[in-house]
C-alpha cells in the first residue's frame, strides 16, 4: 500500500520567521500610524508564536478589538510584503530541506502539501523553490474558507488511499495525525512549543531526520 507523507510547510521546511517577522513588524507600524496600536518592537519571540496559525486565527487572537475589514487589510499587508521578500529572493528553505524531499520521493513515499497558508503565497513558494518537483498535490486553507486541517484532509482522504504520516511543527499539524490515528513526526526546530508537540510519535530536531523519522514510523 501506498504511503502518503501529510507536509506541514511554514515552520517545517521553510524558515519562515526570515519573511514574516518584517512583514508584520512593518504592518503593526501601519496600524500604530492609524491610531489603532501602540507603538512598540514586536519580539522576535512573539512573532515566531504566530507562525502557523491561518491568518484569520492570527489577526482575532493577536489584535481581537481591531474591527473586522481593519483585520483584512492588515492580513493582506502582511501577505504582500511576504510575497515581495519571497519574489527578490529573500525567502528560505531549513538547510537540507531540498535534500529531505529529493530522498523521500525517491524512496518511493508521495508527498502531499498542508498549510494554513494563502494561494498566492502557496503560488509563489511553489515557484521559487519548485515545489512540484517533490510535492504530489497541494493544499492550503484559504482554498477552504480557513477550515482546520482536520476538516480539509477528509478532501485528500477521499483523493489518496493509502499509509499516512503527519509531520508538522505545530499542535494544529499533528492534530490530522492525532484525530485520525496516523503516525506524528513533531518538528521541535520550528515554532512550535513543547507543550504542542508532547504526543508526537517521533520528535525531530533537524529537518534532515525527517528521513529516518518516516521510517520508523512505518515499521
Known amino acids: 500500500?501506498?504511503?502518503?507523507?501529510?507536509?506541514?510547510?511554514d515552520g517545517t521546511l521553510h524558515d519562515t520567521l526570515q519573511i514574516y517577522e518584517p512583514a508584520l513588524q512593518q504592518t503593526y507600524?501601519?496600524?500604530?500610524?492609524?491610531?489603532?496600536?501602540?507603538?512598540?518592537?514586536?519580539?522576535?519571540?512573539?512573532?515566531?508564536?504566530?507562525?502557523?496559525?491561518?491568518?484569520r486565527q492570527m489577526w482575532n487572537l493577536f489584535m481581537p478589538?481591531?474591527?473586522?475589514?481593519?483585520?483584512?487589510?492588515a492580513s493582506r499587508?502582511?501577505?504582500?510584503?511576504?510575497?515581495?521578500?519571497?519574489?527578490?529572493?529573500?525567502a528560505r528553505l531549513y538547510?537540507?530541506?531540498e535534500d529531505t524531499l529529493r530522498i523521500l520521493r525517491s524512496r518511493g513515499y508521495h508527498l502531499i502539501f498542508l498549510s494554513n497558508c494563502k494561494?498566492?503565497?502557496?503560488?509563489a513558494h511553489q515557484q521559487q523553490f519548485h515545489l512540484k518537483d517533490y510535492f504530489e498535490d497541494f493544499y492550503c486553507c484559504e482554498s477552504y474558507d480557513f477550515l482546520p486541517k482536520t476538516d480539509i484532509f477528509l478532501e485528500?482522504?477521499?483523493?489518496?488511499?493509502?499509509?499516512?504520516?503527519?509531520?508538522?511543527?505545530r499542535y494544529s499539524d499533528l492534530e490530522v495525525g492525532l484525530v485520525y490515528d496516523f503516525p506524528t513526526v513533531g518538528c521541535s526546530y520550528g515554532y512550535g512549543n513543547a507543550e504542542e508537540l508532547k504526543n508526537a510519535n517521533i520528535l525531530v530536531h533537524h529537518v534532515k531526520q525527517i528521513v529516518n523519522a518516516v521510517r520508523k514510523c512505518e515499521e
Not at 31 to 51: D, H, M
Not at 119 to 123: L, N, S, T, V
Not at 156 to 169: H, Q
Request: glycine share 12%.
Open 95 to 97: 538547510d537540507e530541506a
Open 65 to 73: 478589538e481591531l474591527p473586522e475589514s481593519l483585520k483584512a487589510q
Open 77 to 90: 499587508n502582511v501577505g504582500q510584503v511576504m510575497l515581495e521578500r519571497i519574489g527578490t529572493g529573500q
Open 29 to 55: 507600524d501601519w496600524l500604530v500610524n492609524g491610531g489603532y496600536a501602540v507603538p512598540r518592537k514586536l519580539e522576535r519571540t512573539e512573532i515566531a508564536g504566530w507562525i502557523g496559525y491561518n491568518s
Open 1 to 9: 500500500m501506498e504511503t502518503y507523507l501529510i507536509f506541514d510547510y
Open 119 to 123: 494561494e498566492a503565497y502557496m503560488q
Open 156 to 169: 485528500i482522504a477521499e483523493k489518496y488511499v493509502g499509509n499516512y504520516v503527519v509531520i508538522g511543527d
